[in-house]
């Protein structure tokens, strides 16, 4: 059975930080891009950061360079995100999800769209 689990949401003040962790099971982890996107109350997706296992390259967008950081275990089949310098914009259910064909440029561009695994979402609250 594929499994994304998210952990690691809460509530923080604004400034503060957090670690998103995604939790892999089920499938080949290290052949799949591994996205963040994102949706807050009455807002569309938004893709966050994206991390090809395979390359270890990473990918982000603009609302969030230079504050957040991807990464992967592979002997974990675990994806993070460290996310510093929250704002209260960043507040949203974050969501990870995974996909052995389509890409994280494709990934960001389009929010996860189509990306064939999800997971359940974990709660991100920053108050300021």
């Known amino acids: 059975e594929v499994q994304l689990v998210e952990s690691g949401g809460g509530l923080v003040q604004a400034g503060g930080s957090l670690r998103l962790s995604c939790a892999a099971s089920?499938?080949?982890?290290?052949?799949?891009?591994i996205l963040w996107f994102r949706q807050g109350s009455g807002k569309e997706r938004e893709g966050v950061s994206c991390?090809?296992?395979?390359?270890?390259?990473?990918y982000y967008a603009e609302s969030v360079k230079r504050r957040f950081t991807i990464s992967s275990d592979n002997a974990k089949n675990a994806t993070y995100l460290q996310m510093n310098s929250l704002k209260s914009e960043d507040t949203a259910v974050y969501y990870c999800?995974?996909?052995?064909?389509?890409?994280?440029?494709?990934?960001?561009?389009?929010?996860?769209?189509?990306?064939?695994?999800r997971g359940q979402g974990t709660q991100v609250t920053v108050s300021s």
């Open positions: 089920g499938f080949a982890f290290d052949d799949h891009a």
């Open positions: 991390i090809s296992v395979t390359s270890g390259r990473t």
């Open positions: 999800a995974a996909d052995r064909i389509l890409d994280c440029q494709y990934g960001l561009a389009y929010a996860g769209h189509g990306f064939n695994f």
